[in-house]
């Protein structure tokens, strides 16, 4: 017998759109126009002197133009409908969608220099080197003008709060762990900065009536793969008490966190991650609209380098094969970007776990109190923003979901949760 505690959602916003958003916007439809001139030139060069190499890049030009207004209108549409009601989790994913469309456009384009690479190898063809370098320098030119544009944009903007570990000559503060005890509520984290990793406790909140918590009443074990096992007698450091010994890498480990004094025992473990962690983090807040114009861009200068070596290597040493050799590996660079967007923006777009070590870490949250996690349910919502929703089984009777929605607020990242919680019915 249990019974089902009512949800309580508040009434908030859906606009899940990345920090960058406007001004990705902005430098995106800078590259469309930069584009649009260079094709219109590049044509009406090509009609009036009667170059037909002109044209065919013009053309080209123009496929580049086509995959920067994909980018653009995404921003667009996003910011415009970021209100609409009819998108029950706001317009952030929109940026992903328009991701993955140019992700097979890409491709399609590397099949299409694949395919062209070959056929010219086995059918060489008459190349005018001159007026062939002097349009892949053009193209190259433009796309340095457009990676420029770019450059400043948020291809991966984080706000610089963690939920995971880095590496050395990073601090560890942003990736603290709060933990009820019967002495009251503790902030643990590991701090790294221009020091040697150490553990540090501080005790945020204190029962009433209980006496001051003691440094000895704390019991700190990491358990890593293997079974090994090292316990971190603690210090007093002024503001806080922090471990004796250093932390070895890696900070990958189970931490057992055991008080041991009156009004125990009491007992908790928490998981760390290291790389894991700082991947997925830095993936969720990555913009894959951005990203994928980005991506064109750097193809096309990739192609635009890889044809002036061949053609350099046709017109100064005969060597005409070269051409179709490098159209044939800028193909394969080109179709490698393109799994990647494909890869990252699908997941998203079916809702894959976006930061497993952030699930590890809201599940050893929750039930550091003692309680369940039954069900955990982690998406991104857009840019920097994670959907959540947990269902936890409690027996404390004075745990209702908006004390599990306070608890969760500080992981920053989380911009929509739903709590359900299940309690045991008394016997």
Known sequence: MSALESIVVPDHEHVF??????????????????????????????????????????????????????AATAYGYARSHARDPRFSFGTGKIGDLAGFS????????????????????????????????????????????????????????????????GHAGHSHGDDARV??????????????????????????????GARPLRAGDLRLTTLRDGGVQQRFALRDAGDCWESVDEIPEPHAFDLRVEFVAAGG???????????????????????????????????????SMLA????????????????????????????????????????????????????????????????RVDDLHLWRLGPGHLGAIVSVRSLDADRDSAHYQRLLTRFADLSHVTVQVTRAAPR
């Not at 908790?268 to 790389?275: D, G, I, S």
């Open 102 to 165: 140019s992700a097979i456009i890409l491709a399609m384009i590397a099949l299409f220099i694949g395919c062209e690479a070959v056929a010219r190898l086995l059918h060489p063809v008459r190349i005018d080197f001159d007026q062939a370098i002097a349009i892949a320098f053009l193209g190259l030119g433009v796309n340095v003008v457009s990676a420029w544009l770019l450059s400043g944009a948020d291809h991966g903007h984080h706000h610089g709060h963690g939920h995971g570990h």
């Open 17 to 70: 759109l990345g920090e960058g958003h406007d001004r990705n916007a902005r430098r995106t439809w800078s590259v469309v126009a930069l584009c649009s001139v260079v094709m219109v030139v590049e044509i009406a060069g090509g009609l009036h002197f009667g170059s037909l190499a002109l044209i065919a890049d013009g053309l080209h030009m123009s496929t580049h133009a086509a995959a920067m207004v994909i």
């Open 308 to 371: 002036i070596a061949g053609l350099a290597a046709g017109k100064y040493f005969g060597l005409v094969f070269m051409d179709p050799v490098m159209g044939l590996v800028g193909a394969l660079v080109i179709a490698n970007w393109s799994f990647g967007l494909v890869r990252d923006t699908g997941a998203i777009l079916l809702d894959m776990n976006p930061d497993r070590s952030l699930s590890h870490a809201i599940s050893a949250l929750l039930e550091s109190q003692g309680d």
């Open 265 to 303: 025992p009491f007992s908790t473990t928490l998981r760390y991650e290291e790389e894991a962690a700082a991947h997925g983090h830095a993936d969720h807040h990555r913009d894959h609209n951005m990203r994928a114009a980005f991506v064109h861009v750097a193809a096309d200068a990739a192609v």
């Open 179 to 208: 933990v009820d005890t019967p002495a009251g509520r503790l902030r643990l984290c590991i701090h790294e900065d221009g020091v040697p990793p150490r553990f540090q406790v501080r005790h945020l909140q204190e029962p009433g």
